[in-house]
């Protein structure tokens, strides 16, 4: 109920543009502060004890009962200044496959005494800590589950703590945002490239395949058994296998169309898993899918462009 009460104010108070325009800075007008239960719990045992002081006319009783009371407003004081003058800016977010994990990072930059336990979440989501000591900043990531290829939006997090004695949240809200690109997930079920869709680019590229003997390496689980270097082992060495290659020309396109009766999701997959093996093996490639094509071209910057292009595949309003 108190959880509740306390997203029904911020939400009636709480009017930041969104997104905000880094840095965005805890002022006293952005923080909100509440009892927790142990404060309400608190309260209520000072009440009882004010309340027995009065009837039996216990000094003692009095001296403890404003003592307490003292300490509960200093506390509040101190709960509001562990967040008070904060600066917070959003850091870096990292492109993630679908069903891994994106990370979204917040800087919180403190420019006066040291901070305790603040603490970061988004709504619903286990909170993550930090400790900010004075002039310092600190770098607070929030994890989010990614489970889908597109855009992954941050949404709006809470910054909060219940430093120093647990009696009282003081709490505020920024959104700037942010979004993670999820790529879709690479789905070995692509198979080997598709060394017939060359266009004759100049030059070759040696690649994994069956044509000709390359060299021995280290045996490992699930080579096929013709490939074990039989003759190697008899003479005394370690347990090796013939690795074969084929040439192949250096450009070649990832065409969507490769793919016939497959759904949405599962040719993007498949492409996904093409231009990251087209990628290690430094191929120039090029990407066709509806309403977007890549020309040949290889590199990082080329192959986060094919991914980018298959991750935003039919979500034009995508920024």
């Known amino acids: 109920m108190v959880t509740g009460l306390r ?20 002022t006293q007008r952005r923080i909100f502060i509440l009892p927790t239960r142990h404060g309400y719990t608190f309260a209520f045992i000072l009440l009882l004890l004010l309340l027995a002081s009065m009837n039996y006319q216990l000094s003692l009783g009095y001296l403890l009962a404003f003592l307490l009371a003292s300490m509960g407003g200093i506390a509040m004081l101190h709960t509001f200044r562990n967040l008070a003058r904060l600066s917070i800016s959003p850091g870096r977010t990292e492109p993630v496959f679908a069903g891994d994990t994106a990370h979204f990072r917040l800087v919180l930059n403190n420019f006066s005494l040291p901070r305790y336990s603040v603490a970061v ?11 900010i000591g004075h002039g310092t900043s600190a770098t607070v990531e929030i994890p989010v589950a990614a489970d889908r290829r597109g855009l992954l939006r941050c949404g709006r997090l809470e910054i909060f703590t ?3 004695l647990g009696l009282f949240h003081a709490w505020s809200y920024v959104d700037f945002g942010s979004c993670c690109l999820i790529y879709p997930r690479p789905d070995p079920a692509a198979g080997a490239l598709p060394l017939d869709a060359t266009t004759g680019g100049e030059g070759t590229t040696l690649i994994p395949g069956d044509d000709e003997f390359n060299m021995l390496r280290v045996y490992r689980p699930g080579d096929s058994p013709r490939q074990i270097a039989w003759k190697a082992l008899a003479r005394g060495k370690e347990l090796l296998a013939k690795e074969f290659v084929s040439a192949a020309s250096s450009e070649l396109w990832l065409d969507w169309e490769r793919f016939p009766g497959l759904g949405t999701e599962d040719r993007l997959s498949r492409l996904t898993w093409w231009v990251l093996e087209a990628d290690r093996l430094g191929l120039e490639y090029g990407l066709k899918i509806p309403g977007k094509s890549l020309p040949p071209a290889r590199g990082d910057a080329h192959r986060l462009a094919c991914l980018e292009a298959l991750a935003l595949h039919g979500n034009p309003d995508a920024p």
Not at 7 to 26: G, K, T
Request: no cysteine; charged share 35%.
């Open 7 to 26: 997203q029904r104010i911020s939400d009636w108070i709480f009017r930041a543009r969104i997104p905000e325009i880094p840095p965005a800075v805890l």
């Open 121 to 131: 979440r988004r709504k619903d989501a286990e909170p993550e800590f930090a400790d």
């Open 162 to 164: 219940h430093y120093p």
